[in-house]
Structures are given as structure tokens and as C-alpha cells.
T-cell receptor, first 114, second 114 residues
Framework: ETGVTQSPTHLIKTRGQQVTLRCSSQSGHNTVSWYQQALGQGPQFIFQ???????GRGNFPPRFSGLQFPNYSSELNVNALELDDSALYLCASSLFTDRVYGYTFGSGTRLTVV | AQSVAQPEDQVNVAEGNPLTVKCTYS??????LFWYVQYPNRGLQFLLK??????LVKGSYGFEAEFNKSQTSFHLKKPSALVSDSALYFC????????????FGGGTRLMVKP
């Protein structure tokens, strides 16, 4: 059974650029959530995808968008990057019907915006 | 709205001594509660969860947590700390009736000294 894998592990972008982060969910999981973890803070929920549609969103602007593919993998896209977007972006997969369980997290993508 | 508070930024303990990492939460309904651990430059690793039933939950690596509904707390404990327990610990809550979002506390850094 494979866990959650994220790519790339590190990324440096310039303010105003766009970025795409990728996540492969754990085998058997059909739901993907994305979290932003700024330095020295706890992760904050960005959104969740189930059945290729957004299924819940946190307090993030529309320039944060996502996709989920038929194989349950997912992308996080951020447009018009700002310096404050520098953070560790974590992907977590879960089984939608399993309401009681937690989530399996990937190791994250460290995004630096300069 | 749901929230989590971890009142201590850092907890210092000597190896072999018991440790406690504090967490209090606020949800409008009944909570699912989680503890995760994060090592440097890594994602979140699941430690334990409270769903229902026994208020004392046992998890990975000898950790346990006690759910206290009246005090809305879910403190993490371990009878005998190891130097390898040194890491960043996050408490998280999910309202059973309010979607799929996990809300995390700000984290507590645990330092175990030899």
C-alpha cells in the first residue's frame, strides 16, 4: 500500500507567477484535501475534492484552485503568487465514506515566493 | 466555527519523565479529535484519535490522550519521554456535523533532553 506522494518537494517562484502542485492519494482513498502551513503555524484547510468536485473550502481566495482526476490524484493551482503564499503545502487523502477516520498526509511541497 | 488552542509553544521535559502536551477545542457539535506529529521538513504523522467511547485513547509510540468533554480538552500524554519524541505536535478537531475540514492548533514543540 503506497502512501500520499507530493511533487515537487521544493519550489521557488517569483511574485505574480503561477504554480501547480501535485498529489497522489493513498491507494483506496477517494478524497483529497489541501492544507497550507505557514512557518511556525498549524496547517490551514484550503479545500477538499471528492468525485472530481470541490467539496468544502476554507478561507482562501479564488486564486487558489484545484483539480481532482479520475484516479483520485489532485492538483493545487495558485495564481498571481504573493510573498505570503510562501509555505509548506500539505496534501491529505482519505476515504469519503469513512467519516470517523483521520487523514493520511504527504510530506508536503515547500513553496518559496520571492 | 471550530477552533483549537495549544497554549504552550514549547514543552521541555527530561528523558524518562512523563510528558503532557495540552489541547483545548471548541466545536458546536460533537468532536472528532486527533493528534499528529511533525518532524523537520516532513508531513504530519497520525498519532491517535478520539471518536467515541472510552475517554482514554491509546495511540502510536506509547502516546495516549484523554478526552474531557466538560473541560473541552484533549491532552496528549506519555508516561516516559524519549529524546526521539522531540518534534512538533499538532492537535486537530473536526466537527462531526460540519463537513470534512480539520482545524489545527498552532502546534507545540516538544523538547526532550537526555
Amino acid at each position: 500500500e503506497t502512501g500520499v506522494t507530493q511533487s515537487p518537494t521544493h519550489l521557488i517562484k517569483t511574485r505574480g507567477q503561477q504554480v501547480t502542485l501535485r498529489c497522489s492519494s493513498q491507494s483506496g482513498h477517494n478524497t483529497v484535501s489541501w492544507y497550507q502551513q505557514a512557518l511556525g503555524q498549524g496547517p490551514q484547510f484550503i479545500f477538499q475534492y471528492y468525485r472530481e468536485e470541490e467539496n468544502g473550502r476554507g478561507n482562501f481566495p479564488p486564486r487558489f484552485s484545484g483539480l481532482q482526476f479520475p484516479n483520485y490524484s489532485s492538483e493545487l493551482n495558485v495564481n498571481a503568487l504573493e510573498l505570503d503564499d510562501s509555505a509548506l503545502y500539505l496534501c491529505a487523502s482519505s476515504l469519503f465514506t469513512d467519516r470517523v477516520y483521520g487523514y493520511t498526509f504527504g510530506s508536503g511541497t515547500r513553496l518559496t515566493v520571492v | 466555527a471550530q477552533s483549537v488552542a495549544q497554549p504552550e509553544d514549547q514543552v521541555n521535559v527530561a528523558e524518562g519523565n512523563p510528558l503532557t502536551v495540552k489541547c483545548t477545542y471548541s466545536v458546536s457539535g460533537n468532536p472528532y479529535l486527533f493528534w499528529y506529529v511533525q518532524y523537520p521538513n516532513r508531513g504530519l504523522q497520525f498519532l491517535l484519535k478520539y471518536i467515541t467511547g472510552d475517554n482514554l485513547v491509546k495511540g502510536s509510540y506509547g502516546f495516549e490522550a484523554e478526552f474531557n468533554k466538560s473541560q473541552t480538552s484533549f491532552h496528549l500524554k506519555k508516561p516516559s519521554a524519549l529524546v526521539s519524541d522531540s518534534a512538533l505536535y499538532f492537535c486537530a478537531v473536526r466537527d462531526r456535523n460540519a463537513g470534512n475540514m480539520l482545524t489545527f492548533g498552532g502546534g507545540t514543540r516538544l523538547m526532550v533532553k537526555p
